[in-house]
């Protein structure tokens, strides 16, 4: 099992910036794909970025060039936000998955995080 905690969320006006944090404990290797997501109410879950096992990343388009996602060791994940819009405002989630390839599809991720909260302000 792989027990994922966030943190690092809270409430910022436009333009400002947040560093999500993710720990994992439990078996899990650096080789492994790791990724956050994002609901916002009302909303679906989306994918917001993702990290591979050799360390290639994807982004969901509406964040490329403003957040940032690495993988600091096997059990560390942080994403940094810059440039925060009012339409980022979610909860934020960090998922892994056991195996190395990686994509924005939420059904590809076996484990997940409580969440932590971004609020954006106008």
């Known amino acids: 099992q792989v027990h994922l905690v966030e943190s690092g969320g809270g409430s910022v006006q436009a333009g400002g910036s947040l560093t999500l944090s993710c720990v994992a404990s439990g078996v899990i290797y650096a080789s492994t794909c790791m990724g956050w997501f994002r609901q916002a109410p009302g909303k679906e879950r989306e994918g917001v970025a993702t990290?591979?096992?050799?360390?290639?990343t994807t982004y969901v388009d509406s964040v490329r060039g403003r957040f940032t996602i690495t993988r600091d060791s096997a059990n560390r994940l942080t994403l940094q936000m810059n440039i925060l819009k009012p339409e980022d405002s979610a909860m934020y989630y960090c998922a892994a998955r056991r195996f190395f390839a990686c994509g924005l599809d939420r059904s590809l991720f076996a484990y997940w995080g409580q969440g932590t909260q971004v609020t954006v302000s106008s």
């Open positions: 990290i591979d096992g050799g360390g290639t």
